[in-house]
């Protein structure tokens, strides 16, 4: 066989195993690029409590401390469906004890909060500035089409509409020199500043709750705003081991519901007045009482005193 002749089989062979090499091939799926909707509210999901979520393992939830008087509730879908997840604005949060609980061993202790003793307690309201990303709707004006200025200055006292002026009439005017009056803005009413709030602070029925949409998968961190409830127990470190709980099973103050309410509406609220002002609901000593705790400066407790005048008119604790 001459070397002509085995180059053109040679050809022949590469040409026929080339297409069976690419149908073997596994097909490789082009990205488009496009951001996946973590924060988009979709209206086929199903609507589910936090806790209930919660209890039958279709969401994870994490409470995470950051610095003192912040914190962060991650939230976590592990069902195979997306879900809209209610998230009670307000929440307590507990440390969880180590193996064996009480939380005596000064090393685990250590290990875990990063404190020997275990960290207080803490109730949390989720921050007003919270907002999930929801594509607001944009209500589309109509408004009357203007001529342009070319037109309306080739001929400045012929109408522009034919059909729309009619000749005779001796008020007519031309349609370019037209104006048509804007309609006066009107008041802002109660139901137009609940729509501008962020999501976390709409009414859902009788609860006040966070909207949280959480596709297949999806992860939402909301910030907190949170208060020690434990008088002389340390802050945790960031990232200690704590587990949601109901406002009322963390602390049975009824003032820290109208604490969190006024922190969530209020613009600045001063942490360590917050925190003072806690203690004070919680544990129910007087000012003097507290600033003996050695825990509390002068200037802390006047803020608190400030603070409590806003939230109760001073008439919350009868000393």
Not at 75 to 90: A, F, G, Q, R
Not at 234 to 239: F, I, K, L, N, T
Request: net charge neutral; aromatic share 4%; with cysteine.
């Amino acid at each position: 066989m001459s070397w002509r002749t085995a180059m053109k089989w040679a050809l022949v062979v590469a040409l026929i195993s080339l297409p069976i090499a690419s149908e073997g091939a596994p097909r490789v799926k082009r990205s488009r690029g496009r951001a996946s909707a973590q924060n988009q509210f979709d209206a086929t999901a199903k609507k589910v409590d936090l806790f209930k979520a919660i209890d039958s393992k279709q969401v994870l939830a994490q409470f995470i401390p950051q610095t003192p008087g912040l914190a962060v509730l991650r939230l976590v879908n592990d069902s195979e469906e997306p879900l809209t997840v209610e998230v009670p604005l307000m929440l307590g949060a507990k440390p969880q004890l180590p193996p064996g609980g009480g939380g005596g061993n000064r090393n685990i202790n250590l290990a875990l909060y990063g404190t020997t003793q275990v960290p207080h307690a803490m109730a949390g309201v989720v921050s007003p500035d919270w907002n999930p990303g929801v594509e607001k709707k944009r209500v589309k004006r109509k408004s009357p089409r203007r001529p342009a200025k070319a037109e309306a200055n080739e001929d400045a006292d012929a109408p522009a509409d034919d059909a729309a002026v009619d000749a005779d009439d001796e008020g007519a005017q031309p349609a370019a020199k037209r104006r048509t009056r804007r309609p006066a803005k009107s008041a802002k009413t109660d139901e137009d500043a609940e729509d501008l709030k962020p999501a976390a602070l709409k009414n859902a029925q009788d609860a006040t709750v966070a909207t949280v949409p959480l596709p297949v998968g999806g992860e939402q961190d909301l910030p907190m705003i949170c208060v020690g409830l434990e008088l002389g127990k340390p802050q945790p470190r960031p990232a200690a081991p704590y587990t949601i709980t109901e406002l009322e099973e963390a602390t049975k103050a009824t003032e820290i519901k109208s604490l969190l309410q006024h922190i969530s509406k209020a613009k600045i609220v001063d942490p360590g007045a917050a925190q003072v002002l806690a203690w004070r609901y919680t544990s129910r000593k007087t000012w003097e009482e507290l600033v003996g705790t050695g825990l509390v400066l002068l200037p802390q407790l006047e803020a608190a005193k400030e603070l409590d005048d806003k939230i109760t008119g001073g008439a919350a604790i009868k000393e």
